[in-house]
């Protein structure tokens, strides 16, 4: 399993470093799908903006590969020797924390069971919340895609087929939850997702569903909350003085 994460997002930059209960984001999100039956891995990348991530999926003891920062596609290519056609890759983002075991099993499943190249879950033909998105396909699917473009590099199954043959249905569904958000994508999504895992005793592995349920709850309250203007900035060290720090 391949968890894809890097810390110069444009619109939430070192999301995966964002506290949720006592763990970082991304740590939380690696003890929710680790698994004895499969490897996990994130694939983070190789530049400058990477160093205190990397040093920090060292010290959690997670591992990690460091690939190209903008051509994605080649740090999934790379990231081990000597694969074979027929291996199995699951791919899933860092920002999709809701995501657990379970759902990984069902691709895996699927895919083995039917012989299937490229299997998904996600929203689009689903009623289950954006943010549940997990692939699974054969690494000769994705080193006979001769696509480069910029959008190809960049989200590496661009082109794969997400058809209903290929998907791979949920035990659990609400026609609620379709309109739900559970991917840190902003900064309200952070706070949203934060404050359904403080619902949660256990975290880890409380599951995806049960996770959804939360999140409608929440949802449904109408929370009036003063947020003052928070500007996101990304600046080097040198440049820090006492009053930025502060």
């Known amino acids: 399993l391949l968890v894809q994460a890097r810390s110069s997002s444009t619109r939430l930059p070192f999301k995966s470093l964002l506290y949720i209960k006592k763990y970082f984001s991304i740590e939380l999100l690696y003890k929710r799908v680790k698994s004895k039956k499969y490897q996990t891995l994130v694939l983070t990348s190789n ?44 791919r899933l983002t860092g920002d999709n924390i809701f995501v657990d075991k379970f759902l990984v099993k069902l691709l895996i499943r699927k895919i083995i069971k039917e012989k299937k190249k490229y299997v998904f879950i996600g929203n689009k033909y689903l009623d289950i919340p ?43 569904e609400n026609y609620r939850w379709k309109k739900l958000n559970c991917s840190i994508d902003y900064f309200k999504n952070y706070y949203d997702v934060r404050k359904v895992f403080q619902k949660t005793k256990k975290p880890t592995t409380i599951s995806w569903y049960n996770l959804c349920n939360l999140l409608e709850k929440t949802s449904k309250k109408q929370i009036k909350r003063v947020i003052k203007k928070i500007k996101l900035i990304s600046l080097r060290s040198k440049n820090l003085n006492k009053s930025l720090i502060r």
């Open 47 to 90: 530049d400058s903006s990477d160093e205190y991530f990397a040093y920090i999926l060292k010290k959690k003891n997670i591992p990690f590969f460091r690939g190209d920062l903008l051509n994605v596609k080649k740090r999934f290519l790379n990231f081990r020797k000597n694969l074979k056609p027929d291996d199995i890759l699951v």
């Open 130 to 172: 954006y943010g549940i998105s997990v692939e699974a396909f054969r690494f000769s699917e994705l080193k006979k895609n001769k696509i480069n473009s910029a959008k190809e590099i960049e989200h590496v199954t661009r082109s794969f087929k997400r058809t209903k043959d290929n998907l791979v249905k949920t035990p659990k």
